[in-house]
Each structure stands twice: as structure tokens, then as C-alpha cells.
């Protein structure tokens, strides 16, 4: 959606293996974000990147890492350090600072069984 | 600990009615106060914001108002469309972190 691709759509995983989610953007933002979706829990921000080879925790990076290499790519790895890792997933993008609109992906929804 | 407190969880209204969503939040360090809407299998999208500096903010259909001295803030609906179900997230920003604080959602269904 408006420029971000997130991959896979759909993920599902056995407890204690890793998995990356992809998001890329051609917007040329220089912010983007990981935020988890859970139902009736809104949005919470796991890490977030306001420029390439930095990025921050947010308020629940416990069991996530992320890596931005690239202005156009920040992938985030669910570990198996994360207790409850069924969730939704959306990434978002902005020109930077928190008051510039958030454009997000279609989300990537990650089960595991 | 819940910074921004928004309810109803969800709502169900006639089309032509009224939709309200309201949030309260505690941090006085808010200072800009957005609200996103969520298509299933989408991601939210900025709908209309407001700053404390003012009261109202209308969009189209879409208005915010705001009361400052009661730390809450509404999301007004007129004349409801089937279109309009969704979810919404309130939002504020601001405080030690300065970072995006969203409410829970609600999901309005408006029946035809």
C-alpha cells in the first residue's frame, strides 16, 4: 500500500525457529517502523529507524532486532526470544519526525503453531 | 500502562446516524492528536488530527473535537456510511519519548 511492500503476507512458524519479515519502500522516506497488532490492543511500536545504520527500541523490542542497511529496507526478525509471536505485523514509513503522516504497508501476519 | 484510553471498543450504527469514538488521555506533554482508520486486512490510515490549540477540526464528514481543561477527544461521524466500517485508532504524541501512544481501536459496523 502507497508505496510499501511487506512480505510474506501470511507466515506461520514452529515455535523456537526465527523468522524475517520484509519491508521495502519506494517512497524515499527516511523514517520507517515496526509496530505490532494484536485485536483490542492497537498498535505498539517494536523499533523504528529515522535513518540508515540507526535505529531505536520502542516499547515492546523484547525477542524482535531489525537492521537498516539500506533507505529502502528495514527488516524485522522475530526471534525465538519472543514469547507470544502471533500477531499482525505492519510496517510504516514517513519523511521523519513523529507529526509527518505514518504511510503503512498491508501488515504481515505471522502465526506460529 | 495505558497512556490514551479510547471507547467504545466497538459500535454499531444505522446508516445517516452519528458515530462517536472518544479518547482520554493523562500526559498534559501531548501535543498532537491524530486518529487512523483500518480496513480489514489493510493498514490504518491518517484520517484527520488536531492540535490542542483548537477545539474542532472538521473533514468532510469527519470531525474532531477537543477539550483541553477534560484531557479527552472525540471522533464525529456524520451522516454514517457502510463504507465507514472499520477500525479506528486514536492517537497522541508527545511526552518524554515523543512517540506515538495509539488507543486500543474500535470497530464501527454501519449497517445499512
Known sequence: DGGITQSPKYLFRKEGQNVTLSCEQNLNHDAMYWYRQDPGQGLRLIYYSQIVNDF???DIAEGYS??????ESFP???TSAQKNPTAFYLCATNLGGWTNVLTFGAGSRLTVL | QQQVKQSPQ?????KGGISIINCAYENTAFDYFPWYQQFP???PALL???R???SEKKEGRFTISFNKSAKQFSLHIMDSQPGDSATY???ALGGSNYKLTFGKGTLLTVNP
Not at chain 1, 531489525?66 to 533507505?71: I, P
Not at chain 2, 466497538?10 to 444505522?14: M, Y
Open chain 1, 76 to 78: 524485522l526478525t522475530v
Open chain 2, 10 to 14: 466497538s459500535l454499531i450504527v444505522q
Open chain 2, 48 to 50: 484527520i488530527a488536531i
Open chain 1, 56 to 58: 531505536q527500541k520502542g
Open chain 2, 41 to 43: 486486512g489493510k493498514g
Open chain 2, 89 to 91: 485508532f486514536c492517537a
Open chain 1, 66 to 71: 531489525v537492521s537498516r542497511e539500506k533507505k
Open chain 2, 52 to 54: 490542542p490549540d483548537v
